[in-house]
């Protein structure tokens, strides 16, 4: 069984930053993958970043190219999104995802393929 907490939302202004940060506890022995998905009001969960256990694989959703970045320190069994040159359309609640049991380079953008989930973080970003 596997517990994630998601910290680092806020309210911030268009252009600013924040780090978001995700991190594991319980059974995190074993190899897992990580994304990160947003849901805003009557829209679906869309995909933002995903990373492989060992970190040599990073997918990114085109709207945040350039301006997300996705890491991880599995000593900490921690995931971070760091969001650079926010948007109001980047508005939504942020969570991340786990998938544990995989190979170390499995990796997936699609919000099924993950099995254990945080309760999220609210970005919220101001014009």
């Known amino acids: 069984q596997v517990q994630l907490v998601e910290s680092g939302g806020g309210l911030v202004q268009a252009g600013g930053s924040l780090r978001l940060s995700c991190a594991a506890s319980?059974?995190?022995?074993?190899?897992?993958?990580m994304g990160w998905f947003q849901q805003s009001p009557g829209k679906e969960r869309e995909f933002v970043a995903a990373i492989t256990w060992s970190g040599a694989t990073k997918y990114y959703e085109d709207s945040v190219k350039g301006r997300f970045t996705i890491s991880r320190e599995n000593a900490k069994n921690t995931v971070y999104l760091q969001m650079t040159s926010l948007k109001p359309e980047d508005t939504a609640v942020y969570s991340c995802?786990?998938?544990?049991?995989?190979?170390?380079?499995?990796?997936?953008?699609?919000?099924?393929?993950?099995?254990?989930w945080g309760q999220g973080t609210q970005v919220t970003v101001s014009s």
């Open positions: 995802a786990a998938a544990p049991g995989r190979l170390r380079e499995w990796v997936s953008k699609v919000a099924h393929e993950y099995e254990y």
């Open positions: 319980g059974r995190t022995s074993s190899s897992y993958a």
